[in-house]
């Protein structure tokens, strides 16, 4: 294995390992880290954690897990992938996680970027920006579990770590490679392990990754690794070739627990177009109206694609949040979900939609998957994924995807054209 990589979430590395099999890595989703050796022809291994907003001790000791099995599949460079919005509160996870890979790996002037510039995310003079609006006023200051009030990645990252937080600059970034690398090396003489860099376009992002070709670590969203790929080619590492995908016959069905303005605009269009929806409140989830059976009952006795969503407004879920405890919702509809999913497939669902980074992370744990290959594109940032023989899946990000997204997903999934 050449590149090993550990993503604080599933969506999101899943969307890592679409770019890197773009880039000609031949790549595997690991969910959790495995117990036994990778295939040796893995040239790119994601070790998928559930870890963006957990306790900040328990997120640093599955992460270092992660990096040590890596290693141990002689992985020579780390990439520490984390969402694009930067989702995480001011005692972490991603500081106190890029600062723990940092020092096991005797890595400083490591890169830190989450720009995303295909899904409308810029770091600009350290300072991230979500299509033309500002991280704190893109809708993000009000998410549930990560809200992002401060848009100075510097300032954010600054309060999780506990040395200083360096910055090349988009004037820096446009000069190319060695101007970067020049400019990681001052920051890492000046005793700066993380250095935030500035990246508007995917040229960026292609000199950073040329940029850190022998940088033990690198941390970023997945855009980030948009030139990794061509450093192992140019050496020839590759061995080539891209994976068949057949599509998957049978029944669908989609669940969605994100509050997303994308993924609420997702299920408005689904239901404006007449498929069968039916909600999920968190009312009926803690009061137990409303369980797993039911709902798999429901979604077997539709036609079309059926969606499952407790896809709420923001103001609904923090009236919720206020009376159960923001923790104690959040767990309820992600054991619903898990086993609303689990009885979906033992009913003879082959192709599951799951919107939402704590959904699909629900999803896949229900189903006990271990590992994903990657299919298709979906959309920017949602692969068509396999997970077993019977069974294909796409795990997305809230706030990613069209508004025909659930639609558009099952027909992907299917083989048909998107």
């Known amino acids: 294995m050449l590149l090993g990589c550990i993503g604080d979430d599933f969506t999101g590395s899943s969307d890592l390992g679409a770019t890197l099999t773009r880039g000609g890595m031949r790549t595997v989703q ?30 640093v000791a599955q992460s270092l897990a992660a990096l040590d099995w890596l290693r141990a599949q002689g992985c020579g460079q780390i990439l520490f992938k984390y969402c694009s919005t930067f989702d995480s509160t001011p005692q972490g996870n991603i500081g106190p996680v890029a600062e723990a890979l940092a020092e096991a790996l005797d890595a400083s002037g490591v890169i830190v970027c989450p720009a995303f510039p295909a899904a409308g995310r810029a770091v600009f003079q350290g300072h991230l920006f979500v299509a033309d ?16 009030t401060d848009p100075d990645l510097r300032r954010w990252l600054a309060r999780q770590t506990r040395g200083p ?3 090349v600059p988009a004037s820096v970034v446009f000069d190319g490679a060695a101007a970067i690398g020049a ?43 948009l030139g990794l790929p061509a450093n192992f080619a140019v050496r020839g590492l590759l061995a080539g070739g891209e994976a068949q995908w057949d599509g998957q016959a049978g029944r669908a069905a989609a669940l969605s627990g994100s509050c997303s303005a994308a993924t ?10 007449g498929a069968p929806a039916r909600e999920v409140t968190a009312l009926a989830a803690m009061t137990g109206e409303v369980d797993a059976p039911a709902l798999a009952d429901w979604a077997a006795a539709q036609d079309g694609l059926p969606l499952i969503y407790s896809s709420a407004d923001p103001e609904t879920v923090r009236e919720a949040q206020e009376t159960w405890g923001g923790a104690e919702v959040a767990a309820r509809l992600e054991a ?24 699909s992370g629900a999803v896949v744990e229900g189903l006990g998957l271990t590992q994903l290959a990657f299919g298709p594109d979906i959309a920017t940032g949602v692969p068509a994924l396999r997970a077993g023989p019977e069974l294909a ?14 639609e558009r997903a099952d027909r992907v999934l299917a083989g048909e054209a998107g």
Do not use: C, W
């Open 30 to 59: 690991y969910v959790g880290v495995p117990d036994g050796p990778a295939d040796p022809g893995v040239e790119a291994g994601i070790v998928a954690l559930k870890s963006r907003s957990i306790p900040v001790a328990e997120a």
């Open 133 to 148: 609006r500002l991280l704190s006023e893109s809708g993000m200051e009000a998410h549930p579990i990560t809200p992002m």
């Open 165 to 167: 937080v360096g910055h």
């Open 183 to 225: 400019a990681l090396a001052a920051e890492q003489g000046l005793g700066r392990r993380l250095v935030i860099a500035d990246a508007v376009r995917d040229a960026d992002l292609m000199a950073l990754g040329e940029a850190a070709a022998e940088a033990p670590l690198i941390t970023g969203g997945s855009g980030i690794a």
């Open 264 to 273: 609420r605009g997702q299920v408005a269009a689904h239901i404006a177009s």
């Open 336 to 359: 619903l979900f898990a086993e609303t999913a689990r009885l979906l497939v033992a009913g003879g669902v082959t192709r599951l939609i799951a919107a939402g980074g704590e959904t």
């Open 393 to 406: 899946i796409a795990l997305k990000s809230g706030n990613f995807g069209e508004a025909d997204f659930f």
